[in-house]
């Protein structure tokens, strides 16, 4: 999701309504086999998911082990926070820390920028200013958490970027404990989907788990309200993005309005199946497969007539992993596309042009 407003690109064409997915566009993949011991059949899963990422960057999941409790139990989580009358959530505002956690509101202007991280070409392409559309109203109002950290955690001592405690909203008893469970609960399920995408990969399938020791995992509640199809339209198309981590795992609501962008062109809609993961890839997990898996462009229309509540799982390893091609994502006929990008470092350069936060808006880093 962005927030931000850029110099609008000249003559953009304007933006088309998306239509349903067919059954055979959106790949849905059970993973009841890796609750078994079925190697056979654990691999045919790695490959399926394999092949989902490589050709569209999008699946579904279903049979995943994240009991169906806990996803109602985050809508309505998601439900009472968002109530809260503005003043109150405000005091959450992510804008009150450097942190990149807590409240944005609609239509956050997003003025107090401070630029700073750093990342390589070719990482968030859509924020290329000749790509960049004027931001339309957007009338979806965000909240999200990352990993929690105490004071006296050494890297929060040590001052590094987004390692910290989170921003929670006050007279909401129960909200933190359940979000803080969700996310632990995630945290876990990320572990197993990097699994299967390192099996996938030809890789040992405890490959990535060097890399997710402390990882910066946010889970970002969503809610959008209907607009008219014009405005939604406008709306969602100026905020079309690829997200920027490792993998994404997104629960939607019954509503309906998640669209991706189809090779040919075509914007898809993306059925809700409830209990279902959507789960796509990051661009720092495209360009680790030395762009063999794809980070498709996405938008939210909501059309529908009702408010749309969603909750985004953003899978982002440690901050100090270096990116570089996967040995086995590398051949003769796939010469590596770069060198090396630091992940904390590219985050911090995305989330510092499009969120608010409380730095210097002048200060660019130096590494
Ligand atoms: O609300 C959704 O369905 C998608 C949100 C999204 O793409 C994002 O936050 O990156
Ligand atoms: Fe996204």
Redesign the pocket.
């Known amino acids: ?1 962005q927030t931000d407003v850029q110099t609008p690109a000249a003559a953009m064409p304007a933006p088309k309504l998306g239509r349903w997915a067919n059954a055979n566009e959106l790949p849905v993949i059970d993973f009841t086999p890796l609750s078994g011991s079925n190697e056979e059949a654990i691999e045919r899963v790695a490959r399926e998911v394999h092949d989902a990422c490589r050709d569209i960057g999008f699946l579904s999941i279903v049979n995943h082990p994240v009991p169906p409790a806990k996803i109602r139990e985050i809508f309505r989580q998601s439900q009472r926070f968002f109530a809260l009358p503005l003043e109150a959530k405000m005091k959450a505002y992510m804008g009150n820390s450097n942190l990149f956690r807590g409240y944005l509101p609609m239509d956050e202007p997003g003025q107090k920028k401070a630029y700073r991280g750093k990342a390589i070409d070719g990482f968030q392409p859509h924020l290329d200013p000749t790509r960049m559309r004027a931001r339309k109203p957007h009338k ?1 109002e ?1 909240y999200q958490i990352s990993l929690e950290l105490p004071d006296d955690d050494p890297d929060v001592k040590a001052g590094k970027p987004l390692h910290g405690s989170n921003l929670w909203p006050e007279g909401l008893p129960g909200f933190r404990e359940a979000m803080l469970d969700y996310h632990s609960t995630m945290t876990e399920f990320a572990a197993l989907l990097a699994s299967v995408f390192a099996r996938g990969l030809s890789l040992p399938s405890d490959y990535f788990a060097q890399f997710y020791k402390k990882p910066l995992i946010q889970v ?1 509640l ?1 809610h ?1 309200l209907p607009q008219d199809t014009q405005a939604a339209l406008e709306g969602g198309d100026s905020r079309a ?1 690829q ?1 920027a981590g490792g993998f ?1 795992m ?1 629960q ?1 609501d019954d509503v309906g ?2 669209e991706i962008k189809s090779k040919s062109g075509e914007w898809l809609i ?1 059925p809700p199946v409830e209990n279902s993961f ?1 789960v ?1 890839i990051g661009d720092s997990m495209r360009m680790w497969t030395n762009n063999r898996f794809a980070s498709t462009l ?3 229309v909501n059309h529908y007539g009702r408010e ?1 509540y ?3 799982v ?1 899978a982002n390893p440690d901050y100090d992993t270096l990116i570089r091609p996967l040995p086995t994502c590398v051949d003769a006929e796939h010469p590596p596309t770069f060198d090396k990008m630091l992940s904390g470092e590219a985050l911090l350069f995305l989330y510092s042009r499009v969120w608010p936060s409380k730095g210097d808006p002048d200060k660019v880093s130096e590494y």
Do not use: E, I
């Open positions: 999701m979806n965000a970002r969503l959008y993005h997200d994404t997104l939607q309005g998640l993306v959507v796509n996405h938008r939210v749309r969603s909750v985004g953003f």
